[in-house]
């Protein structure tokens, strides 16, 4: 037992005869230096350190200085402290940097056929063509991302006639769906606004565009090809166009080694009729693409829920939309992440 502050003094009081003992225990009560040396090479070890462990066990975290001076958060038994999984470290403030950039340790991980994160950790909403509620619009300026994506077993199509037949027409894969928004409101009756990048994106509407203009223009030419009245002069224009049309027909037929062909027949029947066929094909992958586009992808909107303009009172909910799997044994989830940018 430590003897006391106060007992000491008593001992060594005016008056008193201190003993052998309290001798010792004065002694015992002091800090020898070389004791108060160790205690400061422990210090400075400790301050030097590049790693803190925090737990025990399967629950222990380390906090690591790496050799290029960066910190490192994770998980003892990470060999790299890679940086946790969604939902393990929640930070009860704001940060701030310069940028912000997922390491990329192994560029051959997105050759891979399943993803790396934790999805099992983000919250979710079933992905089932319709659309889910997730914010309600904020009362005042915010700014915040939001990811969504499926997470089912990537298919591998086999190379079959069958599969190069539904390549043809333009019916979709099986495919999993991704998108990314940034969202911004700022209260006050006013509608917010999402920026949003989402396979297929807006190029696909332009392929479309460019498809029918081809179309038609095939189209105009079996026209003009197969019309009776324009291949028996009633237009000299045309008709002297048909013929030299022809005779380049015969000239190219010629230099194949095809002249069994005959150059009016190829002209005004065969080709027309191959080029009917392509426009037909276009307009029907077109079709499709338009028919399926939107189903099969992930999709992000403000939702108007109530109020009116004119009240300056009307409200949203941003909501978000899986493709509409079919029911099996498989993820039929959609994943999603929202993060803080301003709030």
């Not at 700014?143 to 190379?159: D, G, N």
């Not at 991704?178 to 509407?205: E, L, Y």
């Not at 000299?236 to 027949?265: H, K």
């Not at 338009?290 to 992000?300: C, N, Q, T, V």
Request: aromatic share 6%; net charge neutral; charged share 20%.
């Amino acid at each position: 037992m430590t003897t006391t502050r106060r007992d000491l003094i008593e001992n060594f009081s005016n008056g008193k005869l201190p003993t052998g003992d309290n001798f010792a225990e004065m002694i015992n009560s002091l800090l020898h230096l070389d004791e108060f040396n160790a205690h400061v090479e422990e210090f400075e070890k400790f301050k030097n350190r590049t790693a803190i462990d925090v737990g025990q066990g399967d629950a222990a975290w380390r906090i690591a200085l790496t050799e290029t001076s960066q910190l490192r958060l994770g998980r003892i038994g990470d060999a790299a402290t890679a940086a946790a999984t969604p939902g393990d470290l929640d930070l009860g403030g704001w940060t701030g940097m310069t940028g912000r950039i997922g390491t990329c340790r192994d560029p051959a991980s997105f050759a891979g056929h399943t993803t790396q994160l934790n999805v099992k950790a983000l919250p979710a909403v079933p992905s089932n063509g319709q659309w889910h509620d997730v914010i309600d619009m904020p009362e005042h300026p915010c700014v915040f991302e939001i990811t969504l994506a499926t997470a089912r077993p990537v298919y591998v199509y086999p190379q079959t006639p069958m599969q190069i037949l539904r390549r043809l027409v333009g019916l979709p894969a099986r495919q999993n769906a991704v998108a990314h928004g940034v969202a911004t409101a700022v209260g006050d009756g006013c509608k917010p606004t999402v920026s949003t990048s989402a396979p297929p994106g807006g190029t696909s509407r332009w392929r479309d565009l460019g498809g029918m203009i081809l179309a038609a223009l095939l189209l105009a030419f079996v026209t003009v090809t197969l019309l009776p009245g324009l291949q028996s002069g009633g237009n000299a224009t045309l008709a002297a166009l048909l013929v030299q049309l022809q005779d380049l027909t015969g000239s190219t037929l010629s230099a194949l080694g095809l002249d069994e062909i005959e150059p009016s027949t190829f002209l005004h029947e065969t080709l027309p009729l191959g080029l009917l066929a392509i426009a037909g094909l276009v307009v029907l992958r077109i079709a499709i693409g338009a028919l399926y586009r939107d189903s099969r992808a992930a999709r992000i909107r403000w939702k108007k829920t109530s109020g009116r303009w004119i009240w300056g009172n009307r409200r949203w909910t941003l909501q978000i939309r899986g493709p509409a799997f079919r029911k099996s044994s498989e993820d039929g989830n959609l994943y999603y992440a929202i993060t803080k940018l301003w709030n």
